[in-house]
């Protein structure tokens, strides 16, 4: 068996390993550890690192923790910012996020990470026209393609989804992370189309012998950005 490793910068190299095996778990086991045992000894931008790591493994408050401890010693350091800004997002902090993407785009106002952070972070607060925006932004400048699927999205649940639709069917991803993501897409357009069915039953009674049932059932579908439905009762 491998021997436990002693001392913090043991414990980095072990999960630095981890990470070349896209092992995020013992990556993350190992980033805590070496944090805990001597977090002064790694410069910042590896403290920043070994935290986007442990969001990975969602560790949020861990990562939440490293970064803020790392702004404390370097107010300025922007690439700390720019990842608490969407950990923050990922923990449901969402005005947060916002806030903390502002404070770099202050600086950077072209920053594309930084805006897509932010625009993600609208969206997911149902800000669907300031997210529209920024996403657009961003494809105008540099083609995302995590923007256009954020512009999809956003102008899905914003009830356009004749518009989502079309923009959809020209994504195409280039590597197996742009294929999770554009499979998450479908998985909610699919949702938000698919023909719904409901049935149920209402039974009344009173000490009157009044007595009541009512047997109902609706079948509904999409059609472009229209709802249309049918209900029976009986």
């Known amino acids: 068996p491998v021997p436990e490793p002693k001392d913090a910068v043991s414990y980095k190299k072990l999960g630095d390993e981890h990470v070349a095996k896209d092992e995020v778990r013992k990556a993350a086991d190992a980033y805590e550890q070496a944090l805990v045992l001597g977090r002064a000894e790694f410069t910042a931008d590896e403290c920043v690192r070994m935290a986007v790591v442990l969001s990975w ?67 997911w607060d149902d800000r669907f026209n300031e997210a529209i925006s920024i996403y657009r932004r961003i494809i105008e400048r540099n083609d995302d393609f995590y923007a256009r699927i954020g512009l999809v999205s956003s102008t899905l649940y914003k009830g356009d989804r004749a518009d989502a639709l079309q923009m959809a069917r020209t994504l195409k991803a280039t590597n197996p992370r742009e294929e999770r993501a554009l499979g998450r897409l479908s998985d909610a357009i699919d949702r938000e189309t698919r023909p719904r069915m409901q049935a149920g039953y209402d ?30 009762g009986r």
């Open 57 to 123: 493994d969602d560790r949020l408050k861990s990562a939440i923790r490293e970064l803020s401890l790392v702004l404390a010693r370097d107010p300025g350091n922007l690439t700390a910012k720019v990842q608490l800004a969407r950990i923050y997002a990922w923990n449901g902090q969402l005005t947060r996020a916002v806030d903390e993407a502002d404070t770099v785009l202050m600086v950077a106002p072209n920053d594309p990470e930084t805006l897509l952070v932010k625009a993600n972070a609208l969206e």
């Open 203 to 232: 039974f009344y009674s009173d000490s009157d012998e009044n007595h009541f049932g009512r047997y109902s059932a609706r079948y509904g579908i999409t059609v472009g950005n229209q709802d249309l439905a049918v209900n029976l």
